[in-house]
């Protein structure tokens, strides 16, 4: 087996001279992962908050993707240098009951830091049917375009177990939000449903909403393919001022057709 502590070819030298010959060593071992599959020990070995930001993610990364082999190795570096980041993220990636509680724990220490309060919400997007309401309310109220959307996707890992006017209720105020990103990400939430009050509402964003929300609002409504829907696409079609948007409304409608 080749002993990966050795010089290294000159071929295989790192491409940023202040790269540490460690750090090269470290990335030629990942780019011949699948011919030696990396085990958690080392990768937990390895890791060091001095390492560059890209080693540190990779090496995280890895160590969340071997989810119950890798998780308590998240726990020990999580243990000796604290809430980094990426260790957070791995922490959600390995998909562990532990680490959710872990996450969940973090998640009420951080409510006075903003920046670890976002990373670890963001961590437990998979785990959005689990986090508490209160979590995704705060989220989806929060100022922060980044909170709002971290909040829409843990909104997406509980959308099944709500009510259309309950779903609705929810994406209020991201649906009003200034910022297209934020409105169109609700869009994308509410356009996996087929419910009347759901196709009204979209149908009142082809009206009123910037021309990205209205567009994003325009695919919804065509995904959706129910009669509500195409005879909300009809109207628009027929009273819509705006002639670019009474166009999309029409080449929507015939695209529902021809499918």
Known sequence: MKNWSVNLLP???????SMSIDEAAIWERLA???????????????????LSVDLRRTLSEKLGMLADRGWPFIDRLLQRHGELPDLVMAAGLCHQIEARDWLLDLLERSRDNNSIHLMTVQALGCWGAEVPTSVVNQCLQHPGQEHRLAGLKLLEFRSHCLTDSEL???????????????????????????????????????????DGVAD??????SCIATSD???????????????????????????????
């Open 229 to 259: 829907s195409q005879q909300f696409l009809l109207e628009l079609s027929q009273t819509l001022q705006d002639e670019s948007r009474r166009k999309l409304a029409s080449q929507k409608l015939n695209e529902q057709f021809r499918a």
């Open 11 to 17: 071929s295989l030298a790192p491409a940023d001279p």
């Open 216 to 221: 994003a609002a325009f695919r919804a409504l």
């Open 168 to 210: 609705l209720q929810f994406c209020r105020e991201a649906l009003d939000d200034f910022r297209d990103p934020v409105a169109i990400a609700a869009i994308r939430v509410l356009q996996r449903r087929d419910g009347t009050t759901i196709s009204a509402r979209l149908a009142e964003l082809c009206r009123v909403g910037s």
């Open 32 to 50: 011949n992962s699948r011919r030696a599959p990396l085990e958690p020990d080392w990768l937990g070995e390895v890791y060091s908050p001095s």
